[in-house]
């Protein structure tokens, strides 16, 4: 490790990109390397295709301030290589940047996983192994996930949900229909199983990945398909889409068509019976699969398979009109007269995994009780923190960054506080009774989505007033030292134009940057240094 630097400087600068102060701030570059792999559930694969961010922090409390330097993606193999400039304000010994390395769960083509409110996870190597460095850095090779026993990683959810995203791109060669897909990993999602709207796959803590990836897929590909949100609004309603089900259950025409399509897509057909009852999916499944297998004559004469495009076409061309197999099957006949279901089919029994309520009740209350943890931790802080402010060394034209630590330091943590409480706020909401009583009825009458959206909004304001009311503060508390000292007055004109900013972009809709949104991570992943004898966790 370098020397660190004498004093952290503590600033709450919302920065949507690289900032650094007018005059006497020098750049350095920095080239990082290294690699991220992904522990699903005790299985190592490489992290590969997400998004890296080489930062420098700025701050101690959190991410809040950190300048982003460098933004790119993982290779196949999980690896990295990042090359930017920071660079602390001053010409000192001190001033090259302390530099860390995020990875976040989005491959800038459409893929993402998210929390219930949207923000997209994340994961820093230590902020402070690489401090006050310039030219190539190794910040070495790094894991992030779950051990064996501990249910699904949420890197592995994302992992296997890109793979069921890319294989839709290489049939079609574009995006599917809704132009992108979130899975969104709960904290304690009160249902059995995950559930899709048009473009996103809300998930169990836990769940299984892999043959379900595809299967929740398909049905953002179906839904997106046949039409708008109001739209699957009703079919959830007339369908009853929120059930327990199994592939041979007798359900209902349409029920059976949207799992049907679902088992299809993820090659789990299971004939029921005779095959002949269209209300039940693994039925509609099997059907479907022999459909694929139509012989058709090519342009050049050849005897093809139909294969599964033309059935997807066959989706797209008809929003709102299909909700059975029958009325499926005589839209492809109109462009294959000929193409029947008789063809045989493997049956392949694989059920979706159902998790119980108490599993998922266990992990959220683990998180409330690491919630109260931090809490506790950082209301020590800010006893301390309050204390110092209380008398702060002396501004000097010299020297003034002590004083700013001393007086900002105790906005930081207060504000950490706020974020942690509502976190904690948001996962006991999903523990209560009241939650999970009115859940089922939520989904099945359409109410769901436009209470989720209301309760993500209220979030949203609740994380933007709490910024607001920081980034104001800390302009109240240095404003007196303008005349004392330069640096404390550019540093004052810095936090006026970022809260300008930052209130044009809230008018204009803009989402928050991340270094202004709560950085607790809850769930059993743990960021871990890899390395040839094992695992050892960060401190």
Known sequence: MNSPKPARLLLLIFATGSLHLPANADDYTVTATGSWTCINNGVTLPLAHARVELRDSDVDVGTLGDDVMAVGLTDDQGRFVLTGQGGDPGNYSWSRPDVYVQIVLTDEQGVRLT????????????????????GNVDIGDWSVGTQAGEGSSRCGVWLAARAAYQEYVSLENQAPPAGHYDVEYWAAWPYMTPW?????????????????????????????????????????????????????????????????????????????????????????????????????????????????????????????????????LDRLQLYYPNCNYSAPVESINSPLQQVDWSSQARAAEESVAKLNQAISSLTTQWNQARLQAAHPPACTTENC?????????????????????????????????????NFIQKLNDGSFDKQFRRNRQEYFERIVQLDRTALQRQIEILTPLRHQSKIADQWVEILKSKLVKFEIERREGKPLPATMQPSFSIGKDVVRRAHSGGTEHVP
Request: proline content about 4%.
């Open 401 to 437: 960054l002590p004083t700013i630590e001393a007086l900002t330091k105790p906005i930081l943590v207060e504000l950490q506080i706020h974020y942690a409480e509502l976190v904690r706020s948001r996962v006991q909401q999903e523990l209560s009774p009241e939650f999970r009583h």
């Open 196 to 328: 899709t709207n048009l473009d996103t796959t809300h998930w169990p803590t836990g769940y299984q990945t892999g043959v379900v990836n595809r299967h929740e897929f398909a049905h953002s590909v179906r839904h997106s398909f046949d039409g708008d949100q109001n739209h699957f609004n009703w079919d959830v309603t007339r369908f009853v889409y929120a059930r327990s089900h199994s592939s041979c259950d007798d359900t209902n025409e349409g029920f059976a068509f949207n799992e049907g399509w679902a088992e299809f897509w993820a090659d789990t057909p299971q004939r029921c019976g005779n095959g002949s009852n269209m209300e039940q999916e693994g039925n509609v499944a099997t059907a479907l699969t022999a459909l694929t297998k139509c012989k058709i004559n090519s342009n050049s004469g050849e005897t093809l398979a139909l294969g599964r495009i033309p059935l997807l076409h066959v989706l797209r061309d008809w929003p709102e009109q299909i909700h059975s197999f029958a009325e499926f």
């Open 115 to 134: 929390d219930e409110v949207n923000n997209e996870w994340n994961a820093n190597t230590p902020q402070h192994d690489h401090d006050n460095v310039e």
